[in-house]
């Protein structure tokens, strides 16, 4: 847009002194303000971005968002700052969670994590970072096994960082050709703390895993697309809330009380704090593990060997309970093969939409058990 006055001879037509003179002159500071409050205008209006599209998360559509959240990670459906930041490359851990190994570090910092028992209904958890997350300490890492590789497949070709592993676990990562930084053979990716005994003493950081993927990423990161969840907008889905009863507690207990997760809902932050043998459950620097949706996945599982170790069934389909914004909703998953994307559908067949954040899926077998209270509960 272009506007031109000549004000040359706007001002030549009319003298100082005579009658027209302070009215002339206050008509051209007029429209001088006038023009550049046109002229500003257009600029402002012109460029800004009251509302625009993101990538839907299923590929399927485009969703409007506020000017403040242009993308989304598909990971975890934060927002990110550009493009480019949508779909990460990615890194997975095994952080253990026996007892020797509390309190645990970097474990708050990640995006997903994943729960399930190992041996003797003991936990340990697979935890997934965006590779250019910032996180100095992560630990102690622990040992691979297979049911935890079908959940890796989900996400691309991340990084995935163990101290060993089951020898079925071992096969799989060979067969899959996994983008494996397994500690035993590469161990210079990781240290041994001295505070804590063997085998409660493995870490790594992002500087560590940065180098690794300085050297190996570009010949593993081979197809890191993948595909995402759902989600909405925290004040969409509170609107939707489909209770007036809110979960307060979750409890999954697997081999309690050490091994008992319970989660609390907190209204002021719409988050749910874990806490283990009744105290919160806190990294290594004193923060609160939160999350944003808890999940509660119900599988099948049944034990191998005298060592404990387990078969739990990670393709298929069954009972699902997800816990977001106070409220649960009941339904099922389903997933179609090691590779694909396991689903989280109610009980209409409608994929459920997750509040973004911190996702924390805890895999529950007929040997585990769940219950959780409302806030009317006697």
């Known amino acids: 847009m272009a506007m031109k006055i000549n004000f040359k001879n706007f001002i030549n037509k009319i003298k100082p002194g005579e009658p027209g003179f302070v009215y002339a002159l206050a008509s051209l500071v007029f429209v001088v303000g006038l023009s550049l409050i046109i002229f500003f205008g257009y600029q402002y209006f012109s460029h800004k971005n009251f509302g625009t599209a993101i ?10 968002t506020p000017a403040n959240c242009n993308y989304r990670r598909i990971l975890d459906g934060v927002c990110v700052a550009m493009q480019t930041d949508i779909n990460p490359k990615l890194v997975a851990v095994m952080i253990e969670n026996h007892s020797e190994a509390r309190p645990q570090s970097g474990l708050v910092d990640a995006s997903i994590v994943y729960e399930a028992p190992v041996e003797a209904n003991y936990t340990r958890f697979l935890a997934i970072y965006p590779a250019d997350m910032i996180v100095k300490k992560i630990g102690p890492v622990r040992s691979a096994r297979p049911y935890y590789l079908d959940w890796l497949g989900e996400y691309g070709t991340p990084m995935y960082m163990h101290v060993g592993g089951s020898p079925e676990a071992l096969d799989i990562i060979k067969a899959r050709n996994i983008f494996d930084l397994n500690e035993f053979y590469r161990g210079w990716y990781y240290w041994r ?20 993927v ?3 990423g570009e010949e593993n990161y081979l197809n890191d697309i993948y595909g995402g969840w759902k989600f909405g907008t925290t004040i969409e ?3 939707n809330r489909t209770t007036q009863d809110l979960v307060e507690e979750i409890t999954v207990s697997f081999l309690p009380p050490v091994y008992e997760a319970v989660w609390k809902y907190s209204s002021t932050t719409n988050q749910y704090e874990r806490y283990q043998m009744n105290k919160p459950h806190v990294d290594q620097d004193g923060r609160q593990i939160v999350a944003d949706n808890v999940i509660v996945q119900k599988v099948q599982a049944k034990v191998l060997d ?13 009972d699902l309970l997800v816990f977001k914004n106070g409220e649960v909703i009941t339904g099922y998953w389903q997933k179609n093969s090691s590779s694909s994307r396991t689903k989280f559908f109610d009980n209409n067949g409608e994929e459920i939409k997750l509040n973004s954040g911190k996702i924390w899926v805890e895999v529950v077998s007929q040997m585990n058990s769940l219950s959780f209270r409302t806030n009317d509960s006697e």
Do not use: F
Request: hydrophobic share 20%; glycine share 10%; charged share 20%.
């Open 55 to 64: 990538i839907n998360l299923d590929n399927q559509t485009t969703t409007s």
């Open 193 to 212: 703390s001295e505070d804590r005994s063997a085998p409660h003493n493995a870490y790594t950081s992002n500087e560590l895993w940065g180098k690794a």
């Open 214 to 216: 300085g050297v190996y």
């Open 237 to 239: 889905q509170q609107n």
């Open 306 to 318: 005298e060592i404990g170790r387990q078969e739990i069934t990670t393709v298929g389909k069954g």
